[in-house]
């Protein structure tokens, strides 16, 4: 089942509820590009918090029936790319009326890095989107991606972004 920013921002009321502190999360990801209007609708949730943030979000979601896919990052591991320490405090604030809940989507840039390590068909669509809206650069994706620690065979990485500053520039 696709979530459309409406759905999501409805699942987030009933988990705001449920919280016994104030957590910031990061949509990363399809969630992240839903929220920054780049598509529709998102066909599993992706956020990224501090791990005891995640901790308390964890335990949230155990008392919620939701029935959804909802993959959580901790600390600017996002799919096999370590984030730069900075990326937190780059992503978009989104909405700040939740009781305990601040939410942000991941910046553009780090969208386009994190997707990179993978980069099928709907990564590719993800990219040029968020280059399109957000007129990001070429040196812009390239000098993050420099910063950006990849788990796994890093020239398989570094192919991807070559293909990526290539075709989309």
Do not use: W
């Not at 949730?45 to 029936?65: G, H, M, N």
């Not at 420099?146 to 065979?153: A, C, K, P």
């Amino acid at each position: 089942m696709p979530f459309e920013k409406e759905n999501l921002m409805e699942f987030l009321k009933h988990v705001d509820k449920e919280l016994e502190k104030e957590i910031k999360i990061i949509a990363v990801g399809g969630t992240a590009m839903t929220l920054l209007d780049l598509k529709p609708s998102t066909i599993d949730i992706d956020f990224d918090l501090e791990s005891d943030d995640a901790e308390e979000l964890e335990r949230v979601l155990k008392t919620i029936p939701h029935g959804f896919r909802i993959d959580i990052f901790k600390d600017g591991m996002i799919f096999s790319q370590q984030l730069p320490n900075d990326y937190s405090e780059k992503s978009i604030l989104i909405r700040t009326d939740f009781r305990n809940i601040r939410l942000f989507a991941l910046h553009p840039v780090d969208i386009v890095v994190t997707k990179i390590g993978r980069l099928n068909k709907r990564d590719e669509e993800d990219i040029s989107a968020c280059i399109k809206k957000f007129r990001l650069t070429k040196q812009e994706i390239e000098k993050r991606a420099e910063q950006v620690e990849y788990i796994g065979r890093k020239e398989n990485y570094e192919i991807n972004l070559t293909y990526v500053l290539k075709n989309f520039f």
